[in-house]
C-alpha cells in the first residue's frame, strides 16, 4: 500500500474560529509540505482553484453561495509545483486537479505543464510532476473563459454538453503535450445523441430547441446535433518541444467511462478517485483500465488510482486511547458539519454519516484497521489532513501519527493475513 498526501490550502473559517491570512494558510502549507517530505509521503497533491469564491456568490448563478472565504488559494499549480519542489527533498508533488478549461484552456496549460517540467529538469534529476487535470467541480472558475452555452440548445444539453467540452480540450491538451501539430479541423469532432442524456425527456428538450434553429425539412427531429469546435485554431504545437517527458505523470479527474478510454486513446493516463465512491465503480474502474490503459505506461496497477480520504486521527498526549477515539469522532462531526454547511447551506445528518463511514477516524490503532477493511492492499491512500484546520502544529502531530505508528501497523497487519 502506497501513502500520498492531499493540501488544500481552503481559506476557510476553521471549526476552532477565525480565518487565517493568504501569507498564514501558505506558511501552514509549506510548515506541512516539508513535515510530509521528512515523513516519506509518495506524492504532496495540491488542490487548484480560480477566482474568488467569495466574489461569485454576488452573480447571478452562484455556485456555492454559502461558502465562507475560498475554496483554494492555489490558483496557478505550475508555479507552486516548482516552489513546492525547491523546498523539499525526495516528495513528488501533483495537482488535484488543475481545470483544462479554465485559465486560458488546454493550450495555455499544456504550454505551462511543459515548461514546468522543463524546469524542474534543470535542479531535479529525479523526481515527477503528477498532472491531475480535469473539467473543473465549479462551473464559474471557467465561464470567463467562454465556456459556457452559446445557443438556446446548447443552453438545454449544458449537461451533458459540459462533459464533451472536456473531451474537446483534452484531446488538445494531451496531442499537444505528445508533441503533435495539432489544428482544430483534426480534432474529434463533437456530436450529441440520445446516448448523452440521462433522460428521454433530457434529450427531447434539446432537439425542440434545435429544431427551432435548423428543422428537419419532413418535420421530424434530429437523431443527432453537430456542435460546432469550442476551439479554432490553425496548426501549433508548444515549446519547449524537447522536454522530459517521461518526468511527467497525467491522472484524469473524471468518473466518465469514456473520458477515461478516450484520453488513454493518446497517452497514459490513470484516474482520481474519492474514497467515497462505491465499491462497486471502483472495481469496474480498475477492470476498464486494465484494459484500456495506455499501452506505453505499462500494465495497468491499483495503485495509479489514488483515492482521497480525510483523516481524523487524535494521538495527542496525555489522553487516554479511548479519549483519543472519541476526541477524534467529535473533531470529525464538526468539520464534516461545515463543510456540509459551506457546500450546500444545510447540515444534511445523512451526508455527514455517509462521509464519516467513509473517513479514517480514531485513535492509532482504529485508523490502522479502518485502511486494512476499506482498502486493497495495493491501494494508494491520500490521505488529507488539514480539512477544516488551521492548527498547522497539530496537523503536523497527525501526519506524525499517521506514518510513524498506522503505517506500520498496517503494513503488519497486512503481512500477517497473507
Known sequence: MKHDIFFSISQTPGVAGGTPSEKEMYDNYFE???????????????????????TQKSNS?????????????????????????????NIDIGSAVVSILASGGPIAQAERVANTVQFLSRFDS??????????????????????????????????????????????????????????????????LSRENFRSDDDWLEVQTAYQ??????????PSQIMIPNRYNFEDISIVPNNWP????????????PNAQKFVNSFLPVRVFNLSITAPKIIDETHE??????????????RSYMPRTCFVFINDEPNLSESEKSMVAKSEASAALQAYWNALEGTIDPEKVSKAANNALIGNCEEVAKQIVERFHPEDTVMAWFDFFNHDSARVCRNMSAYMEKVVPMVNKMLEESS
Open 126 to 191: 529525479t523526481r515527477k510532476l503528477h498532472l491531475g487535470f480535469s473539467a473543473g467541480r465549479f462551473e464559474f472558475m471557467a465561464r470567463p473563459y467562454g465556456i459556457k452555452p452559446r445557443n438556446e440548445w446548447e443552453k438545454a444539453a449544458w449537461k451533458a454538453l459540459r462533459g464533451q467540452i472536456f473531451i474537446e480540450a483534452s484531446e488538445i491538451f494531451l496531442r499537444l503535450l505528445r508533441g503533435d501539430t495539432v489544428n482544430s479541423n483534426t480534432v474529434t469532432k463533437t456530436v
Open 245 to 256: 517527458r517521461e518526468r511527467l505523470q497525467l491522472i484524469v479527474g473524471t468518473h466518465d
Open 212 to 221: 427551432k434553429y435548423s428543422p428537419n425539412s419532413d418535420g421530424s427531429k
Open 32 to 54: 506541512q509540505l516539508k513535515h510530509a517530505d521528512r515523513l516519506g509521503f509518495g506524492v504532496g497533491w495540491i488542490a487548484q482553484a480560480h477566482l474568488s469564491t467569495e
Open 61 to 89: 448563478q452562484p455556485v456555492v453561495p454559502h461558502w465562507q472565504g475560498e475554496v483554494g488559494l492555489c490558483t496557478d499549480f505550475t508555479q507552486l509545483a516548482l516552489e513546492s519542489f525547491r523546498a523539499t527533498k
Open 288 to 301: 476498464r483500465m486494465a484494459e484500456f490503459y495506455h499501452t506505453t505506461g505499462g500494465k495497468w496497477h
